[in-house]
């Protein structure tokens, strides 16, 4: 089935530590995405990328990095150096012209730093 | 920058009509999106408006006025099961060339027997 998989879908880290989420999209989309989503609020951008080896920052890139190395793959580290990393974490892609499609979801993760 | 509103919460009957604003302010705009997410779930596409007028999709329409900065999303015959939140999402012109779509807070719609 195509699709967008994110792992894990809970994740618990320490303080201090670095955490790098999955993403990974067998949909042949050029575009993919990250967003944040905190309680009532809605999806702030991250970073994205449209195209290998290209990623341009989003509104909320500070303590955040990614890479873009293979079309199918979007990881996203998030550092000791975001102040508030607790959150949920939204991946997504997008096909067309420049990534103009609709965008597809990945079912996200919980990330939850102790 | 770009500016999105819509209701935080709304309520209505199972069986009813309901219609959930969204207002905007951008420039460039280059489309506008109605998603649904239920709790700790991905958002899922509901419906895509670029031109003005209204977009049916079974029992969920979707409407847009440019000139206005104004959408709604309309569910007919509401269920249960459509209890979630309603993301709006405005598709602009960013710097550097790319077309990314801006999310609103959502508006949480509760459906009550």
């Known amino acids: 089935d195509g699709g967008i998989t994110q792992s894990p879908k809970y994740l618990f880290r320490k303080e201090g530590q670095n955490v790098t989420l999955s993403c990974e999209q067998n949909l042949n989309h050029d575009a993919m995405y990250w967003y944040r989503q905190d309680p009532g609020q809605g999806l702030r951008l991250i970073y994205y990328?449209?195209?290998?080896?290209?990623?341009q920052k989003g509104d909320i890139a500070e303590g955040y990095s990614v890479s873009r190395e293979k079309k199918e793959s979007f990881p996203l580290t998030v550092t000791s150096a975001q102040k508030n990393p607790t959150a949920f974490y939204l991946c997504?892609?997008?096909?067309?012209?420049?990534?103009?499609?609709?965008?597809?979801f990945g079912p996200g993760t919980r990330l939850t730093v102790l | 920058g770009q500016n999105i509103d819509q209701p935080t919460e709304m309520t209505a009957t199972e069986g009813a009509i309901v219609q959930i604003n969204c207002t905007y302010q951008t420039s460039g705009f280059n489309g506008l999106f109605w998603y649904q997410q239920h709790a700790g779930e991905a958002p899922t596409f509901l419906s895509y408006n670029v031109l003005d007028g209204l977009e049916e999709k079974g029992r969920f329409s979707s409407f847009l006025s440019r000139s206005k900065g104004y959408s709604y999303l309309l569910l007919k015959e509401l269920q249960m099961k459509d209890s979630a939140s309603y993301l709006c999402?405005?598709?602009?012109?960013?710097?550097?060339?790319?077309?990314?779509?801006?999310f609103g807070r959502g508006t949480s719609l509760i459906v009550h027997p």
């Open positions: 990328s449209q195209i290998v080896n290209d990623f």
């Open positions: 999402a405005v598709r602009a012109h960013r710097t550097g060339g790319s077309y990314i779509p801006t």
């Open positions: 997504a892609s997008s096909g067309g012209l420049a990534g103009t499609d609709t965008q597809y």
